[in-house]
């Protein structure tokens, strides 16, 4: 739910720019605004994760979540979106981290590549089958109706939440200590290597995510229902990806296999954007893209994982926040890129952010894992 309501704007774009009177690259920073608080929000929440458990987080994150969604559905001016959108995003930002920590304190260390990479899966899931959806009751019963109905699931999965998961006091000899968790984690040079090719790398997956159906709608002649077989593929593609990068996770060719990925990743989204290909196989190349820049996210996640030392949800937030930056730039740059030079822009904006993360894996982050062990 989590990264459906961040995506769920994409096949909205066109409309959102008509009902408001704005083009769709203004359109397009309604997804960036909500990058922006959860890039805030996520390093922030870790050390209270850390400190006061795991349940009180996640709830507070989907009441937060679910009260930025409904009042998304209410609003009355784009301003008003926008606000709406900032405060979706603080919600969204407790919750992927604090279930990654999550994950770690459950799974013996040989599992937790796999178990995160089940986790992004999950996510990516419910992109796949929640995106085409909104496109699909976006075309017939209007914009709003998606995020009525988006919010009562949030709704739902809180009244679940709230029985399911298990009430557990605070553990036991952790304080607060919120600078000294981020000293521990920032003081080597590796996390800041995986931040950064992470955030690159999200900046041509989101370019891709959030003007993919747009450039459908202008220039291919789709409506809004129409993109929604090519946005289950891109989810798909993105659920298949992110198990891949779990299996890779703890083979010692990880960050090889990283790099390649996101540079054949960022090639593909500039082709889709710049070449004018037959729709198959802009639909086609679309899939494979979508594979290739989501096998990262595991295999760059359990790294920040194995630096953070007991401090998981921390170095989990801090992670969240270089992907929320390079959605931020993905979107907002993204849109500007397609003002001055339309969607073949876009794409080339996505390829060197996609290229420069795999230079930065390869080499800046290879080396210094290589010094941290020596």
């Known amino acids: 739910m989590a990264r459906l309501v961040s995506l769920m704007l994409g096949p909205l774009l066109v409309v959102l720019a008509d009902e408001f009177d704005t083009s769709v690259a203004v359109a ?28 009180p987080v996640l709830l507070t994150g989907l009441a937060i979540l679910a009260i930025g969604v409904l009042g998304s559905a209410t609003a009355w001016s784009y301003n008003s979106l926008i606000a709406f959108r900032l405060l979706t995003g603080v919600g969204a930002a407790m919750i992927p981290p604090t279930l990654a920590a999550t994950v770690a304190d459950i799974l013996p260390e040989a599992d937790r590549g796999r178990g995160v990479g089940f986790l992004a ?25 998606p995020f009525y109905a988006t919010g009562f699931l949030l709704l739902m999965n809180l ?24 000293k521990d984690i920032g003081r080597n040079a590796a996390p800041w290597h995986v931040m950064i090719a992470n955030a690159l790398q999200q900046t041509a997956l989101i370019g891709l995510m959030t003007y993919f159906a747009a450039y459908l709608i202008q220039d291919y002649g789709f409506d809004e229902g129409a993109t929604s077989f090519p946005l289950v593929l891109i989810g798909t593609g993105a659920f298949f990806g992110s198990i891949l990068g779990g299996l890779i996770a703890g083979r010692t060719y990880r960050l090889l296999g990283v790099a390649i990925a996101s540079l054949g990743g960022g090639l593909g989204v500039g082709a889709i954007f710049s ?54 730039i993905g979107a907002s740059i ?14 080339l904006f996505c390829l060197v952010a996609s290229a420069l993360s795999a230079v930065m894996v390869r080499f800046k982050l290879q080396r210094s894992m290589e010094l941290g062990k020596g």
């Open 159 to 182: 009244g679940v939440m709230w029985v399911l998961l298990p009430r557990v006091g605070r553990p036991a000899g952790r304080d607060l200590a919120f600078l000294s968790r981020f």
């Open 28 to 55: 397009g920073q309604l997804a960036a605004v909500t990058f922006v608080t959860w890039g805030i929000t996520a390093p922030l929440v870790g050390p209270f994760s850390d400190t006061y458990g795991r349940r």
């Open 275 to 328: 070449l004018g290909a037959p729709i198959w196989v802009v639909v086609a190349s679309s899939l494979v893209a979508s594979v290739l820049l989501t096998v990262s996210m595991p295999v760059l996640m359990i790294l920040m994982l194995e630096l953070a030392g007991p401090s998981r949800a921390t170095a989990s937030g801090m992670f969240g926040a270089s992907n929320q930056l390079g959605s931020v």
């Open 334 to 347: 993204g849109g500007v890129m397609l003002s001055i030079g339309d969607f073949a822009a876009v794409g």
């Open 121 to 145: 899966g999950s996510s990516w899931l419910g992109v796949a089958l929640g995106v085409p959806v909104v496109a699909l009751v976006g075309d017939v019963w209007g914009w709003r109706i």
